[in-house]
């Protein structure tokens, strides 16, 4: 599986917009890119699945450039209740195989 | 959307007895569910992939005698941590596959071994 490489933390405001960005640089053909958010003591939860270019759901969008090496997570106007720990996973469509998780971006939003 | 349960959400044992994780895909089913670890500060890790009907098949490093799986419906597996010590309190998470291929999760089991 891919290995990918994210933030350690990050720390934003109430009201703007935080991009993550992810490193996948050995990511395979078949590979999607997916983005789970982690509440303390509680199951990831999805966010959004990608392949290529850009995806946008009523919660985030996910950047994808045409190497597809890396991607950015764009999360518009967080809120105090976006912080969390984002995991950038990289793999077949999210998964007839586990997801291996990194150790993921802890976002810090300030009032 | 889909709905993953566990039960119960949190249990305090008695090092040497066992304790049963319930994991219950609420509205859809799942042929294949998976049973993740997570200690404190730290990311998930799997611990085996259980599929409906057949024996599960564990990561190296987990002891399959004492982690046991049962996938006996499409909509039920369970996870069994038989006599349970203080190393093996953690945060146990699992989750369900569905057939869009996405992994939804259950809300995680506090196990707290005396």
């Known amino acids: 599986l891919a290995k990918t490489t994210q933030p350690i933390s990050m720390d934003s405001y109430e009201g703007q917009e935080v991009n993550i960005t992810c490193s996948h640089n050995n990511i395979a053909t078949n590979d999607y890119i997916t983005w789970y958010q982690q509440f303390p003591s509680q199951g990831p939860r999805f966010i959004i699945q990608?392949?290529?270019t850009k995806v946008t759901n009523e919660v985030a969008s996910l950047f994808i450039p045409a190497d597809r090496k890396s991607s950015t997570l764009s999360l518009p106007r967080v809120s105090l209740s976006d912080t969390a720990v984002y995991y950038c996973l990289v793999g077949a469509p999210t998964g007839r195989r586990a997801l291996t998780f990194g150790s993921g971006t802890r976002l810090q939003v300030q009032p | 959307g889909a709905v993953v349960s566990q039960h119960p959400s949190w249990v305090i044992c008695k090092s040497g007895t066992s304790v049963k994780i319930e994991c219950r895909s609420l509205d859809f089913q799942a042929t294949t569910m998976f049973w993740y670890r997570q200690f404190p500060k730290q990311s998930l890790m799997l611990m085996a992939t259980s599929n409906e009907g057949s024996k599960a098949t564990y990561e190296q490093g987990v002891e399959k005698d004492k982690f046991l799986i049962n996938h006996a419906s499409l909509t039920l597996s369970t996870l069994t941590v038989t006599s349970a010590h203080p190393e093996d309190s953690s945060f146990y998470i699992c989750s369900a596959l569905a057939v869009t291929d996405t992994q939804y999760f259950g809300p995680g089991t506090r196990l707290t071994v005396l």
């Open positions: 990608g392949y290529k």
